[in-house]
């Protein structure tokens, strides 16, 4: 990349504005560093730190000489307030979550259960249909075994 500073920033990282009279840490490549704001919710939200210029990608864990710079060593008190209510209200939202999917299931259930009963009265009535009708188709046998005579 080149040093125009437009470089590729990733979501989690915004650039900062560096105060008067702070110097500014060279990077291993040559190039100065900038100073950027992390806005990963955490520990380290809110907090500055030096990176490359030329850096372009997020890498894994770096350890020794080439982690960043921090110029902040602790977190401000709005920061922890704004990461302790993200987390609230990401809580919040998946207690609500939750909560629907259990509204969800339990209205499954109720129907299916709805559903259930449906089939069972319409399975008796269909005996009981079942069972008028051989009384009938008996009562017509013994009627037309004893004759006309029988009627009378």
């Known amino acids: 990349m080149s040093s125009s500073g437009l470089t590729y920033i990733p979501w989690n990282k915004v650039t900062a504005q560096v105060p008067e009279g702070i110097q500014v840490p060279m990077c291993f490549c040559g190039s100065l560093c900038k100073l950027m704001e992390s806005k990963v919710l955490g520990d380290d939200f809110g907090m500055r730190f030096f990176m490359c210029e030329n850096y372009e990608y997020d890498p894994t864990i770096r350890r020794g000489k080439d982690r960043p710079k921090w110029l902040d060593t602790e977190q401000s ?8 209510r993200e987390a609230r209200w990401a809580r919040e939202r998946w207690q609500g979550m939750l909560h629907k999917e259990q509204k969800e299931e339990k209205r499954k259930k109720d129907q299916e259960e709805i559903r259930r009963r449906f089939e069972e009265v319409e399975r008796v009535e269909a005996q009981k249909r079942e069972v008028d009708r051989e009384m009938k188709q008996e009562r017509a046998r013994r009627a037309k075994e004893a004759g006309p005579e029988a009627i009378a």
């Open 77 to 84: 008190q709005q920061d922890k307030d704004w990461v302790e």
